[in-house]
């Protein structure tokens, strides 16, 4: 559906966290009346009617994944089940009634305890800014099965990571700069590189708005039994700590919860 230039300029001008959503509703009402074209009236009459009722709309959480029907085209790990279980533990947490008793005035989207997942560490779900931030992972190592030198690690790795020992044409692989994508397992026909540890990593504390702050990742791959854990501990946490809706980001930096010793500790 066509949109005329001043329409265009409205809608950039509402926040992202909603843009989507009030965007597909001013092309649905536009197309229930008959018309073709968007224009600037049809989007301040929908964005005022979406507006009002947004708050029938706010649960109190929110769950984001970056992969459609037809999946991740880069999985490092599969987050399917971990994401039900996800959202199963947070419907049954009620912080839309939690934030209700904190928050002054009407709980608005920008409240709610924000989660995403990744299966890959390209990220498209945005995991560094959310309050918990998921990302499928697959570490790779090296096995005794000889490598016949083709280099198609080497050429697969966007980090470079993975690198030959000039003097004996060994691979190795620097696990500092590897971001277990393991884009590498895949393209090696000979087993030399393989699985070591198929899980997730984890990043808690990232947020946007005036004071904005990347997620701060926890050491390690965790599996989906602990990431999980880690799920319920933040929002323990979260629980305990926010007074007045403050997010988990600010409330998480102040306690200076650095590892997931750090968390729990303070998680009690």
Same mark, same amino acid.
């Given at each position: 559906?066509?949109?005329? @230039?001043? %329409? ?10 909603? /843009? ?6 001013v +092309?649905?009402?536009a197309?229930? %009346?008959?018309?073709?074209?968007v224009s600037?009236a #049809? ?8 507006m ?10 929110q ?5 459609g ?5 880069? @999985? ?7 994401l039900?279980k ?13 934030? =209700? !008793? /904190?928050? =002054?005035?009407?709980? =608005? $989207? ?8 990744? +299966?890959?560490?390209?990220a498209?779900?945005q @995991? !560094? *800014? ?7 992972a ?8 000889t ?10 790795c966007?980090e470079?990571? *993975?690198?030959?020992?000039?003097e004996s ?16 397992i895949?393209?090696c @026909?000979?087993?030399t590189i393989?699985? #070591?540890?198929?899980g ?9 708005? /005036?004071h ?17 854990? *880690? ?5 323990? $946490?979260?629980? !305990? ?7 988990f980001?600010?409330?998480y930096?102040q306690? !200076?919860?650095?590892?997931k010793?750090?968390?729990? =500790?303070?998680?009690?």
């Amino acid at each position: 559906m066509k949109w005329v @230039p001043e %329409a265009e300029a409205a809608i950039k001008k509402i926040p992202f966290f909603v /843009r989507k959503k009030v965007r597909a509703c001013v +092309e649905n009402e536009a197309a229930a %009346a008959g018309k073709e074209t968007v224009s600037l009236a #049809d989007v301040k009459a929908t964005q005022t009617r979406f507006m009002a009722k947004m708050s029938s709309e706010v649960k109190g959480y929110q769950v984001d994944t970056c992969f459609g029907s037809s999946g991740c085209p880069n @999985p490092a790990n599969n987050g399917n089940s971990l994401l039900k279980k996800i959202e199963k533990f947070l419907e049954k947490e009620d912080l839309l009634g939690f934030l =209700k !008793q /904190r928050v =002054k005035g009407d709980v =608005k $989207f920008h409240h709610e305890f924000k989660v995403t997942l990744a +299966e890959c560490p390209n990220a498209c779900s945005q @995991p !560094q *800014i959310k309050d918990i931030g998921i990302i499928g992972a697959c570490k790779p190592s090296l096995t005794d099965e000889t490598c016949t030198i083709c280099e198609a690690c080497i050429d697969e790795c966007k980090e470079n990571a *993975i690198s030959l020992k000039s003097e004996s044409n060994i691979l190795k692989i620097d696990y500092n700069l590897c971001l277990a994508c393991g884009k590498c397992i895949e393209v090696c @026909p000979t087993g030399t590189i393989a699985s #070591d540890i198929k899980g997730f990593r984890v990043q808690l504390g990232g947020k946007l708005g /005036r004071h904005p702050k990347l997620a701060k990742e926890l050491p390690g791959i965790y599996n989906e039994g602990e990431v999980l854990s *880690i799920v319920k501990d933040c929002i323990a $946490f979260y629980r !305990q700590n926010s007074k007045h809706g403050e997010r988990f980001a600010e409330i998480y930096y102040q306690s !200076q919860a650095g590892t997931k010793e750090d968390l729990w =500790k303070y998680a009690g």
